[in-house]
C-alpha cells in the first residue's frame, strides 16, 4: 500500500476518565502538549481523535497552574487544531486512516481502561502501520499496541523492542492498585521485548521498524523527534 502524500498525524487521546485515589484521571496534558509542539514546529498538522469521541477529559494532576505554564502548553493552547479536538474529538470510528502518515497515542492513565479495549482505534492502527508509516505512543498510550495487529494478524509487539509505563512507575505513582492491568507485564505477556531506565521517570525512547515507544511523560517530546527523523527519511 503506498504512502500518503498528507502532512497531518493523528493524535488520539482517551476518553475515559476513571477516578483514582480520589482524583479523575484521564489524559496527562503534557504527553499529548509536548509532542504536537514538536511536529507542529516541524512542519505537520495535527488531528485529536479518542475512542469515544467528544470532549477530551483531563488528569486533574496534569493541570495545575504551574503546568498549565509550561511552553508547550501554552504553544498549542491557541491553535485550532488543539482547542477544537479537545472540546469535540473526532470518534475513531469516524476517521479515515489513509489521511494521516503516522498515529501518536498520548498516554494517561484513562488509556488503560479504553485504548486496548477499542476495536476503532485497533482498526486504525493496522492500517496506518499496514500503509507502512509509523505508529508511535507514550507511557499508558502504549496500552493500545499491546493487542494491536498487522495486516496478517501478527502481534505489532512480538519480539519488537517496545517500552511504556513501567510496574515501578505505576507503584511509585500510587496508581499500582487501580491499574486494571498493568503494562509492563501485558506487553511482555505478548511477547514484547520490553526496555526501561534504571532511573524511572527520565526519558527513554524505543524504535523498532515503525514501532516507535515513549516510557513516561519525560519521553513525550523525544517520540516527537525520532518519529520527525523517521518520517524525513
Same mark, same amino acid.
Given at each position: 500500500?503506498?504512502?500518503?502524500?498528507?502532512?497531518?498525524?493523528?493524535?488520539?487521546?482517551?476518553?475515559?476518565?476513571?477516578?483514582?485515589?480520589? !482524583?479523575?484521571?484521564?489524559?496527562?496534558?503534557?504527553?499529548?502538549?509536548?509532542?504536537?509542539?514538536?511536529?507542529?514546529?516541524?512542519? +505537520?498538522? +495535527?488531528?485529536?481523535?479518542?475512542?469515544?469521541?467528544? !470532549?477530551?477529559?483531563?488528569?486533574?494532576?496534569?493541570?495545575?497552574?504551574?503546568?498549565?505554564?509550561?511552553?508547550?502548553?501554552?504553544?498549542?493552547?491557541?491553535?485550532?487544531?488543539?482547542?477544537?479536538?479537545?472540546?469535540?474529538?473526532?470518534?475513531?470510528?469516524?476517521? @479515515?486512516?489513509?489521511? +494521516?502518515?503516522?498515529? +501518536?497515542?498520548?498516554?494517561?492513565?484513562?488509556?488503560?481502561?479504553?485504548?486496548?479495549?477499542?476495536?476503532?482505534?485497533?482498526?486504525?492502527?493496522?492500517?496506518?502501520?499496514?500503509?507502512?508509516?509509523?505508529?508511535?505512543?507514550?507511557?499508558?498510550?502504549?496500552?493500545?499496541?499491546? @493487542?494491536?495487529?498487522?495486516?496478517?494478524?501478527?502481534?505489532?509487539?512480538?519480539?519488537?523492542?517496545?517500552?511504556?509505563?513501567?510496574?515501578?512507575?505505576?507503584?511509585?505513582?500510587?496508581?499500582?492498585?487501580?491499574?486494571?492491568?498493568?503494562?509492563?507485564?501485558?506487553? !511482555?505477556?505478548?511477547?514484547?521485548?520490553?526496555?526501561?531506565?534504571?532511573?524511572?521517570?527520565?526519558?527513554?525512547?524505543?524504535? @523498532?521498524?515503525?514501532?516507535?515507544?515513549?516510557?513516561?511523560?519525560?519521553?513525550?517530546?523525544?517520540?516527537?523527534?525520532?518519529?520527525?527523523?523517521?518520517?524525513?527519511?
Amino acid at each position: 500500500m503506498s504512502k500518503s502524500t498528507s502532512k497531518k498525524i493523528l493524535a488520539i487521546a482517551t476518553s475515559s476518565n476513571p477516578m483514582i485515589n480520589g !482524583k479523575r484521571t484521564g489524559l496527562w496534558l503534557s504527553e499529548l502538549t509536548h509532542f504536537l509542539e514538536v511536529i507542529h514546529k516541524a512542519g +505537520y498538522e +495535527y488531528e485529536i481523535a479518542s475512542p469515544s469521541g467528544g !470532549k477530551i477529559p483531563l488528569d486533574e494532576h496534569s493541570v495545575t497552574p504551574a503546568q498549565l505554564k509550561d511552553p508547550a502548553n501554552v504553544y498549542v493552547a491557541d491553535h485550532v487544531a488543539f482547542k477544537d479536538g479537545m472540546e469535540n474529538s473526532k470518534h475513531c470510528r469516524d476517521i @479515515d486512516p489513509s489521511q +494521516y502518515v503516522s498515529i +501518536y497515542l498520548a498516554g494517561g492513565h484513562g488509556t488503560m481502561w479504553d485504548f486496548r479495549q477499542s476495536s476503532d482505534l485497533q482498526r486504525l492502527i493496522t492500517h496506518i502501520h499496514t500503509a507502512g508509516q509509523p505508529v508511535t505512543g507514550v507511557c499508558h498510550g502504549v496500552s493500545g499496541f499491546v @493487542d494491536a495487529r498487522d495486516a496478517s494478524g501478527a502481534s505489532l509487539v512480538r519480539g519488537k523492542r517496545v517500552t511504556g509505563f513501567t510496574n515501578l512507575e505505576d507503584t511509585i505513582g500510587g496508581s499500582k492498585h487501580a491499574m486494571p492491568f498493568l503494562l509492563e507485564d501485558a506487553l !511482555k505477556a505478548n511477547g514484547a521485548l520490553f526496555h526501561k531506565n534504571i532511573l524511572p521517570f527520565t526519558s527513554r525512547v524505543e524504535v @523498532d521498524g515503525q514501532l516507535i515507544t515513549g516510557q513516561n511523560p519525560q519521553s513525550a517530546r523525544a517520540v516527537g523527534e525520532r518519529l520527525v527523523a523517521y518520517l524525513a527519511k
